[in-house]
């Protein structure tokens, strides 16, 4: 289990939302328990302060990870979305309250089993991939529970199941997410990866446990490297992750985050 620490040291997935000023839509993020935080980067809540007088769209721009989320006010309603290689919209209506669980890159698979690749670009019912856990949201989360206190279930319930499995990493694997890290993606995955995996076997284990290959993962990480580091205030950014020149720098960042780094007021 603590070889998954790296990726907690090394890498913190941005979903910048909604403004912090906004004040009609409120986003917040919670940290979670300590014997968790190798595999959970954190839980969050989207939510309407008032009822809005146009549907809101909802961008979910690329970060490497896969969410479960449900309806606060109605938590039988409850999905699982998947590593996506682009940005993602959708309206989510005039009044919402969405809790969700963002778990850090491959944790997902490493805790539960499940083929990320099956998932990836794609939001699905979380009682077709995790029943017992989908069961569990609809009958023991309520809406009058406080996101803090709905935080707190998740991480006991988090924490149970953990302690319930005996996790298994393949060292090339993480070796492998190291190298991606280091280099804030910028590398070329089939010459510098070199640990001890074959190509093939490299496009195989990513596919499983992060639900896209190696390359595909790299460009996130280094679009969430850029995000981190504030594009718009920094405009030779693209030289640092490299990127030869700023159109195909903004051509690639408006692939993960539906905008360019001007319009996205970062």
Not at 6 to 22: F, G, L
Not at 230 to 241: A, H, I, M, T
């Amino acid at each position: 289990m603590d070889e998954l620490k790296i990726i907690r040291e090394y890498y913190k997935p941005i979903q910048p939302t909604v403004s912090a000023t906004d004040k009609e839509i409120s986003y917040e993020e919670i940290q979670p328990d300590r014997k968790i935080k190798n595999f959970i980067y954190c839980f969050w809540q989207l939510k309407t302060q008032k009822k809005l007088n146009n549907e809101y769209n909802y961008r979910v721009v690329s970060d490497g990870c896969i969410d479960i989320f449900f309806e606060h006010n109605q938590p039988t309603e409850n999905f699982v979305m998947g590593f996506c290689n682009k940005f993602v919209q959708f309206p989510i209506g005039k009044e919402f309250d969405y809790i969700g669980i963002r778990f850090l890159p491959s944790a997902f698979t490493h805790l539960f089993g499940v083929n990320a690749h099956a998932l990836s670009n794609q939001s699905q019912e979380l009682k077709k991939v995790l029943p017992n856990l989908s069961e569990w949201i609809t009958s023991k989360i309520k809406p009058s529970d406080s996101f803090e206190n709905i935080t707190k279930m998740l991480n006991t319930k988090m924490i149970e199941f953990l302690n319930t499995q005996v996790i298994q990493c393949d060292h090339r694997f993480i070796a492998a997410l190291h190298l991606i890290f280091q280099k804030k993606g910028n590398l070329d995955t089939e010459k510098d990866l070199n640990t001890g995996l074959s190509s093939r076997q490299l496009r195989r284990i990513f596919n499983f446990y992060v639900g896209t290959t190696a390359k595909s993962f790299s460009n996130v990480v280094r679009f969430q490297y850029v995000l981190n580091a504030k594009p718009s205030k920094n405009s030779k950014l693209y030289f640092d992750v490299g990127f030869f020149d700023q159109a195909h720098f903004i051509k690639n960042f408006k692939t993960f985050y539906g905008v360019t780094p001007t319009e996205a007021s970062l």
